[in-house]
C-alpha cells in the first residue's frame, strides 16, 4: 500500500512539472520577444536570458524524468512482490493439497486450513486460476465428502489439479513461455499427459 500511494504521489508529481513546462516553454517564447526588444541595446543581455531560461527548462526537464524513473522502478518492485506473494500461496496450496493426497482423505482441520488458502487465493489469483480453482474445488470436495480418498477418486483429483497447475503456470511464467515458442495449448497438454502417465504407467 505504501509503494501504491508513493506511485500515485509520483504521478501527481509528474502531471505538474509537465504542466510547469508547457507553461514555461509558453510564458518563455513571450517573455523572450519582449526581452530581445528590451534588451537589445545592453551587450551580452540577451544571451544571459537564452541561459537563465535553459537552466529553469532543464532543471523542471530533470525533475520529469527523474520522478518518471522513481514511478517505473518502485512499479517494478510492486510487481515483484506481488508475484513472489502470488507464487507463495500458489505453492502452499499444491503442498496442502499433497498432503491430503499423500494421507488419503482429509480431517476437518484440514478443511479449515483449504478454505484459508482459498480465501488467500482469492486476494491474488488471476481470474482464469479463480475459474479453474472452482471446477477443482467441485471434484475435490466430491471425492473428500467420506474423507477418504479411493483410487479413481484420487486420479480425478490429480487430473483436476494439473488443468489448475497449467493455469497457475501461465499466470506466474505465461509471458516466458510465450516468448520459448511453445503455444499455451501444448504445454498445458504437456502437463496433462504427464499426470496421466503417473496413474497409467503402462499407457
Do not use: C
Not at 20 to 30: M, T
Not at 60 to 85: C, G, H, P, R
Not at 100 to 118: C, D, K, M, N, Y
Amino acid at each position: 500500500m505504501k509503494n501504491d500511494s508513493r506511485i500515485r504521489q509520483l504521478k501527481r508529481q509528474n502531471v505538474l512539472y509537465l504542466l510547469l513546462s508547457v507553461a514555461l516553454v509558453l510564458g518563455g517564447y513571450l517573455w523572450l520577444r519582449a526581452s530581445y526588444t528590451v534588451a537589445r541595446d545592453w551587450p551580452f543581455t540577451q544571451e544571459i536570458l537564452l541561459v537563465i531560461l535553459g537552466i529553469v527548462a532543464t532543471v523542471l526537464i530533470t525533475a520529469l524524468l527523474l520522478n518518471k524513473q522513481t514511478e517505473v522502478e518502485l512499479e517494478k518492485e510492486w510487481s515483484i512482490k506481488f508475484t513472489d506473494l502470488k507464487a507463495e500461496i500458489y505453492l502452499s496450496l499444491l503442498d496442502h493439497i499433497e498432503k491430503h493426497l499423500a494421507s488419503g482423505g482429509i480431517t476437518p482441520e484440514e478443511r479449515v486450513r483449504l478454505q484459508f488458502l482459498t480465501h488467500k487465493l482469492a486476494l491474488v489469483a488471476a481470474p482464469n486460476v479463480l475459474e479453474e480453482y472452482e471446477r477443482f474445488l467441485d471434484v475435490f470436495s466430491k471425492a473428500g465428502s467420506d474423507a477418504v480418498f479411493t483410487k479413481e477418486e484420487a486420479d480425478q483429483i490429480h487430473d483436476a489439479l494439473a488443468r489448475l497447475t497449467a493455469e497457475i503456470r501461465k499466470d506466474l511464467v505465461g509471458e516466458t513461455d510465450a516468448r520459448s515458442g511453445y503455444t499455451e495449448a501444448a504445454i498445458r497438454e504437456q502437463i496433462l499427459d504427464n499426470t496421466r502417465h503417473l496413474h497409467h504407467p503402462e499407457a
